[in-house]
């Protein structure tokens, strides 16, 4: 059984993340990428004009020292029907103190895959981000690959079969996965409410502030999982992240059916409004 890893990552026009492997006894490295939808870029901005945290001011979100490793039990549902494999992406939304607000399904091979790994998310504690020293709120992401215990009667005759066939088919089928913003039926999100965040005093300046932001919207239009990619001040994070908390669209969809979606914008926030002088 195979846990991997997935801390955010910005790279040319397409983000994909880096997934570190760790079995549940022994640590590992597995060098497949995960790749996410497409970047669907506004006009006005290039990917270019955003650098990245350094590695040494990023510390990525994680399990909680106590409790590293995922332990998620073969769904029974797998051995009835014969499946030797499966595999499922959770992403959890972390408050700055590492607790977990939200739950959400990335993708999944099987429903019962996925139903198995959010079941255990729920169980779990968490590590927070923390950049440049200061924890901040943030996404964290994990794949884990279901395999059945060591001689399990009735579906290790499967396991070859069901390995070649992913392999013929190019890799692992999802029945669940979120899609690319240029996908969807009218070729975007459509916003329904819009938060900017507010610079605060001790952060004006001339110059615009401005940073990358992803999220998911789900198939009722609400943001989940929304996270910081760009250097911005530890203290700003925050702000952004609530602005983001607030957004909504349009329930996105693809030839009608309502489906989860990945999408990446540019957030500058404005200026401070200078209090009103009281009143004598």
């Known amino acids: 059984m195979l846990l991997r890893r ?3 990552l910005v ?4 983000l994909s993340t880096s997934l570190h492997g760790e079995s549940n006894a022994v640590a590992g490295r597995d060098d497949e990428p ?3 939808p497409s ?3 506004d006009a006005g901005f290039s990917l270019r004009d955003f650098p990245l945290p350094n590695k040494a001011d990023l510390q990525a979100a994680d399990f909680s020292a106590s409790d590293p490793f995922l332990k998620v039990q073969f769904p029974g549902a797998a051995v009835h029907d014969g499946v030797a494999t499966g595999r499922a992406t959770v992403g959890v939304m972390l408050d700055a103190a590492g607790v977990a607000k939200d739950f959400l399904l990335i993708r999944c091979t099987k429903t019962y895959f996925g139903e198995a790994l ?3 998310a729920h169980r779990r504690t968490f590590a927070a981000r923390r950049l440049q020293g200061t924890a901040v709120p943030a996404p964290f992401l994990f794949t884990f690959s279901f395999q059945p215990p060591p001689g399990m009667t009735g579906i290790s005759n499967f396991e070859a079969a069901s390995r070649r066939t992913e392999e013929i088919q190019g890799g692992a089928q999802f029945v669940y996965q979120p899609h690319r913003e240029a996908d969807l039926d009218g070729g975007q999100l459509t916003p329904t409410r819009i938060a900017i965040p507010v610079r605060p005093a001790s952060h004006q300046g001339a110059k615009p502030l401005r940073v990358l932001v992803t999220f998911y919207v789900d198939e009722l239009g609400r943001v ?3 996270s910081v990619e760009s250097v911005l001040p530890p203290e700003l994070v925050p ?3 609530a602005a983001l908390q607030q957004w909504a669209f349009a329930p996105p969809k693809i030839k009608g059916e309502p489906v989860l979606v990945y999408a990446v914008r540019a957030l500058t926030f404005r200026d401070d409004e200078p ?3 009281r009143r004598p």
């Open 6 to 8: 997935l801390p955010p």
């Open 11 to 14: 790279a040319a026009a397409v």
């Open 34 to 36: 995960l790749q996410l």
């Open 39 to 41: 970047v669907r870029a």
């Open 118 to 120: 959010l079941a255990e």
């Open 224 to 226: 989940r999982l929304p």
């Open 239 to 241: 702000h952004a992240i």
């Open 275 to 277: 209090a009103p002088p």
